[in-house]
């Protein structure tokens, strides 16, 4: 037994002395002291080296760890409840798997993922029911957060109910089917899988329950030629008696063409009479999606007639196509998709069918968002939150970087258009720029600390991703390989290594010492609370230089194979990383990031969310280098992904179905901004407004379009009159809420607004908000007699005064710019919280508060480390839409009325370098109440569009 499984061991133990302790939260250092010794009486051999301070500060991170709360949609049509206690008796697979998890896991977190999967499985049908039956789901999940630990809980509750084919779509390269396949060995089957079925080694759960009379099947296995094979699959015998039968497998046109064919020729039982089509009647099957969204879907646009009838004869793209028509072969099948982004599987056509495929993937039985624990770090850990002064609550691990290409774009180690045949040079040098040595140096400091910390047998990566060709992989991972190695013959030698000693002290003292400090001032309780000295980390640089590694990640199977062969003595890797690099693959002890803007920018966001995850007694020393620009698409996509889970959890709250949710998520506002990421053609949006609220947060610099915007503001403005109201305020449960310096108008006429949105220039960059899209809306939306009335509102700020409009003195708002646009200025927020309740009563605010906390979640990834666990006090923007627009008790809908909310920016407090004498930088912010006339407005990314996108981020393919 390694050093690593004896802690693991010792840890359990105690954990589980510690459950029988009546006061959780009395649990103190002394007392888990005391528990160690009562472990190690039992087994003083376990004694022998042990950190018992490691013990101790793994001990108190799960016992202050606290879960967040799921959310479900769900229909029941065509279900019926079955699990209950009586069925989980006897259940062996999920009993062994859990003993299992509680080696490294906190009890809290093993409970919360023991009833996320009940759930989920209960949501499925009951593999003994009589069929045909057919049941879709889709489960989301926070980035990196433990989705494969879910549905491998999963499946082990899937096979001890009796689903006997279970089938897992594993990402579209070796490397991550294998690193599936491997976790599967560990959570499911107990034993090393191999092309010999012979003297196989026991692994994980097969240390707990080895018994072989319910050891399961395999037919795929870890190694690179480990996926199905129909030649060798000839032999399998699948017997419904029988335990269940594993298939891990890549979403792979060939490979799941092979699986459909030996589906058909060798497990089927029956066919169906009328389509002669060979069906298996005799086993249930469940499909486990991994990356959902990835290839599983069906890109084609499929038909249908006015009736709502699909065009039965639509050819799906191959995969999605393959996919289904596995399914389609059993008459009792569960499909679950698992996905941190699941935009592309919410905007499946519910109705999608065809005759040789049947239905399509949408998630028509339920969709779960999954909530994550306390110790997850997502992106409002990293980035904080946004709000009119910009994000604020990061903590500070992020690193900007600018030095890696020249101003223009061109030129320097890495520019941002480059070929295959591209040489990195910096300064004309065969080396690394400062940016990239500087996190090089970070990744030696952060293995120092976690060996420092007792870590070192744990596992450490560093990603470095700054090109899609492996021509160019390949001098950058020379480049590093040289650098490292010179790192090391000077530390070892101590030859010339002053210098080298003296960066590294620097990086430590003005960043890392300063970055823990600020970590626990915030309050997180994950991070062990001594700091070490710089001679600590003197002494600890020589093993850690020795034992560092640099890698090309290139898609094969053998860079997942790393991991499991350096268990129990760490690894230590700096890894390549390229377009090959699988979505889903997960880079054990992940500490630095290194990333610049790639060619395809989508990828490149969705590889830069792997950054995110678990990092138990290491976040201080975690870092994410990246340029500015990659920084601000992610926290966009962030902020529209976020918008969507409150959607969800708003609709969850109405009892609504996962087809009424896709079809509003098919019109939101927000995948303005993910079809510009994602498209790679033209696309036509139908996007509807209600319920939303818009916000302008890019603007034009050049001073004729400024003085457009000022003209559109001034005359409606002057069209409005006096103002109702000066200095708004009103009263709230919560006390007076006041506007100085504001300026209020009730009875604005929706055509002074359509005049204002159809004179007034948005930004090229804006990506959510269209002046243009929003009259059209309003104009529709009239009619049907809504948002025919507006409150139109002026909200003052800090700044200096604006007095060109006649009987308005406007004391103009303050925001900071964020990026460096050539031809904009752009800021984080425009509206704060607070702003849309400017002409709510009393009793819509008290209204709105209780919707906000009736769905109000406690999902420590969507809030910043720190914050305390109680629920909101002041109403969310959504719930007083939602008031707005459906009513409350005692309260009448509003849907006729709008809000348009108007800031006059001080462009000299704006940090842009505007002339002087520009007029104020007009911004509004829009909310519209929430309307069930379902009208829309037409989105196009046309290929003029899109071509200026390719131009900015390189070419889509």
């Not at 959607?647 to 998520?665: I, Q, S």
Request: proline share 5%.
């Amino acid at each position: 037994m390694t050093a690593e499984e004896t802690r693991q061991r010792i840890v359990k133990f105690v954990q589980e002395l510690l459950l029988d302790e009546d006061d959780k939260g009395a649990i103190t250092p002394v007392l888990i002291a005391e528990k160690i010794d009562q472990v190690l009486v039992m087994k003083p051999s376990w004694g022998n080296e042990l950190d018992r301070a490691a013990v101790t500060d793994e001990l108190i991170r799960r016992f202050s760890l606290w879960i967040g709360e799921d959310v479900t949609l769900k229909s029941e049509a065509g279900h019926e409840p079955w699990l209950n206690a009586s069925r989980k008796r006897d259940w062996r697979y999920w009993q062994r798997y859990r003993e299992w998890l509680e080696r490294k896991l906190s009890w809290k977190a093993v409970a919360a993922l023991d009833k996320s999967t009940d759930t989920i499985l209960g949501l499925l049908e009951d593999p003994v029911r009589p069929g045909p039956w057919d049941r879709r789901g889709l489960v989301v999940g926070h980035v990196q957060s433990g989705k494969t630990g879910n549905y491998t809980g999963l499946i082990t509750k899937a096979a001890d109910a009796g689903y006997k084919i279970i089938i897992v779509l594993a990402g579209m390269h070796n490397n991550l089917r294998a690193q599936t396949q491997m976790r599967l060995d560990e959570g499911f089957l107990g034993y090393e899988t191999s092309p010999l079925r012979e003297g196989m080694r026991i692994t994980g759960v097969g240390h707990i329950d080895g018994d072989r009379t319910i050891r399961p099947n395999y037919a795929t296995h870890r190694l690179d030629t480990g996926d199905f094979n129909s030649a060798a699959a000839r032999n399998f015998g699948i017997k419904p008696e029988e335990t269940p039968w594993l298939f891990v497998v890549k979403k792979n046109k060939t490979v799941l063409e092979r699986l459909h064919a030996w589906i058909e020729h060798h497990v089927a039982n029956t066919e169906d009479t009328s389509t002669r089509r060979k069906m298996v009647t005799n086993l249930p099957l469940l499909v486990i999606d991994d990356e959902a969204d990835n290839a599983s879907v069906d890109t084609g646009e499929q038909l249908f007639d006015a009736d709502g009838r699909a065009d039965v004869e639509h050819q799906p793209t191959a995969i999605n196509s393959l996919i289904r028509k596995i399914l389609h072969a059993f008459s009792r099948s569960a499909y679950v998709g698992y996905t941190a982004t699941p935009f592309a599987n919410i905007f499946i056509h519910e109705r999608g069918e065809t005759a040789a495929e049947g239905p399509d993937l949408f998630p028509s039985s339920f969709i779960i968002n999954l909530a994550a624990p306390s110790n997850y770090v997502g992106p409002a850990a990293v980035f904080g939150l946004s709000t009119p002064e910009g994000r604020v609550g990061g903590l500070p691990l992020f690193k900007s970087v600018d030095d890696y290409c020249t101003e223009d774009g061109t030129g320097g180690w890495m520019p941002q258009k480059h070929r295959s045949g591209h040489t990195p040079l910096h300064m004309g040098q065969d080396t690394l720029p400062p940016s990239l040595v500087e996190a090089i140096d970070a990744f030696m400091l952060a293995c120092c600390v976690r060996n420092i910390r007792g870590q070192g047998a744990e596992h450490s990566s560093m990603l470095i991703h700054v090109t899609r060709f492996t021509a160019v992989q390949k001098e950058v991972h020379r480049q590093v390989d040289d650098h490292v190695l010179r790192m090391r013959q000077r530390i070892l030698r101590r030859v010339a290594a002053e210098e080298l000693f003296e960066r590294i002290r620097n990086l430590w003292e003005s960043d890392f010492v300063t970055a823990m400090n600020c970590i626990r001032e915030a309050g997180i309780q994950t991070e062990p609370a001594g700091i070490p000295s710089w001679q600590q980390i003197l002494l600890a640089l020589p093993d850690v230089i020795q034992d560092v590694s640099v890698r090309m990640i290139n898609g094969t199977s053998k860079d997942a194979l790393d991991y499991a062969d350096t268990e129990g003595h760490g690894l230590k890797v700096i890894a390549i990383g390229g377009d090959k690099l699988s979505r889903g693959l997960t880079l054990e002890g992940l500490c630095v990031s290194y990333f610049l803007r790639a060619s395809r920018m989508y990828d490149t966001l969705m590889q830069m969310g792997r950054w995110f995850g678990y990092r138990p007694g290491y976040l201080d020393v975690c870092r994410l280098y990246t340029t500015d620009d990659l920084t601000r698409w992610f926290g966009i996509i962030a902020d529209a992904s976020e918008e969507l889970r409150e959607e969800f959890d708003v609709m969850a709250d109405r009892g609504a179905t996962p087809r009424e949710y896709g079809l509003k998520v098919q019109s939101h506002p927000g995948l303005m901004i993910t079809s510009r990421l994602k498209m790679r053609a033209a696309k036509d949006l139908m996007i509807s407004f209600s319920g939303e609220t818009l916000e302008s947060v890019v603007f034009h610099t050049r001073e004729d379009l400024i003085r457009t915007n000022v003209a559109a503001a001034r005359k409606l403005l002057e069209s409005l009159g006096q103002p109702d109201v000066t200095d708004p305020e009103i009263d709230t449960p919560a006390g007076k809420q006041s506007w100085k310096g504001g300026y209020l108008w009730r009875n604005a006429k929706a055509a002074d607004v359509i005049q204002f949105f159809n004179g007034y220039s948005t930004h090229s960059e804006s990506h959510k908000v269209r002046s243009t899209m929003i009259s059209e809306f309003i104009e529709k939306m009239n009619d049907v007699d809504e948002l025919t009335e507006w409150t139109v509102a002026v909200i003052g700020g800090g700044g200096g005064h604006y007095s060109e409009i006649p009987d308005l003195a406007i004391r103009m708002s303050m925001r900071g710019n964020t990026t460096r646009y050539e031809d904009g200025y752009s800021i984080a927020r425009l509206l704060s919280q607070r702003d849309e309740m400017i002409d709510t009563s009393a009793s819509v605010w008290a209204a709105a508060l209780e919707k906000t906390r009736n769905v109000w979640k406690r999902d420590p990834a969507r809030a910043r480390p720190g914050d305390p666990q109680v629920p909101p006090d002041m109403p969310s923007g959504r719930a007083l839409r939602e008031v707005r627009g459906e009513g409350a008790e005692g309260i009448m809908p509003s849907r006729e009325r709008g809000l348009l909310i108007l800031y006059f920016l001080d462009p000299n407090q704006s940090g842009f370098p505007f002339p002087e004498g520009t007029l104020p930088i007009v911004a509004f912010g829009v909310s519209f109440p929430g309307s069930k006339a379902g009208k829309k407005a037409l989105y196009k990314v046309n290929s003029v569009e899109w071509r200026q996108w390719e131009q900015s981020y390189g070419p889509a393919e």
